[in-house]
């Protein structure tokens, strides 16, 4: 009964990829502009989430609550935040490169390269699971939870909103 439950699933999110794709032949001139207006309003709205994560950062930052004057050491309390220099300048590398990876994966399409764009995109994916392991040992070596103050509330709340991103753009690549 599941094997035919997962069969039936397969089938429909197949139907529906392909309907996904062909859907862009109906779109009139109107609603193709409807959709990249849609598009920049979504650009504009994670810009102004991520602003304001950051201001909260900043804002505790310079506070002249008690609470959070000596931020992100509060209350004289010593935690030990998680080195810059390691887990985080890697993730950064691997991101930036598996994002190099795929622009050219694209470019190997459009030359109509099958095998460099299905190489390179590859390597892309690959990558991007490889940050989401990586953040993982991140989340694990650091010190502090999300309940230790702001600060760190702040940094769970923004590393995990980016590594969403990442999966959700990995998913658009497969």
Same mark, same amino acid.
């Given at each position: 009964v599941i094997l035919i439950l997962v069969s039936i699933s397969f089938v429909r999110i197949f139907n529906w990829f392909m309907k996904l794709?062909?859907?862009?032949?109906?779109h009139t001139v109107k609603t193709h502009s409807n959709l990249k207006l849609g598009m920049k309003f979504f650009l504009v709205s994670?810009?102004?989430?991520?602003? =304001? #994560?950051?201001?909260? @950062?900043?804002?505790?930052?310079?506070?002249? !609550?008690? @609470?959070?004057? *000596?931020?992100?050491? +509060? $209350?004289?309390? $010593?935690?030990?935040?998680? !080195?810059? %220099?390691?887990?985080?300048?890697? +993730?950064?590398?691997?991101? #930036?490169?598996?994002r190099f990876h795929a622009t050219f994966g694209y470019h190997g399409l459009k030359a109509r390269i099958k095998h460099y764009f299905k190489t390179r995109f590859l390597? =892309?994916?690959?990558? *991007?699971? %490889?940050f989401v392991k990586l953040q993982y040992k991140e989340y694990l070596d650091a010190k502090y939870t #999300?309940?230790? $103050?702001?600060y760190r509330?702040?940094? %769970?709340?923004?590393?995990?909103?980016? *590594?969403?991103?990442?999966? #959700? *753009?990995? =998913?658009?690549?497969?």
């Open positions: 794709a062909t859907e862009p032949m109906f994670e810009a102004c989430l991520f602003f =304001s #994560i950051f201001w909260r @950062y900043v804002n505790s930052f310079i506070s002249e !609550d008690q @609470y959070s004057r *000596r931020f992100p050491n +509060n $209350r004289g309390i $010593r935690i030990e935040l998680i !080195d810059g %220099f390691r887990v985080p300048i890697v +993730n950064t590398a691997v991101l #930036i490169t598996s390597i =892309s994916i690959l990558l *991007r699971v %490889f #999300i309940m230790t $103050r702001i509330a702040v940094f %769970f709340l923004g590393t995990r909103f980016h *590594r969403a991103h990442v999966i #959700i *753009r990995v =998913s658009f690549l497969l």
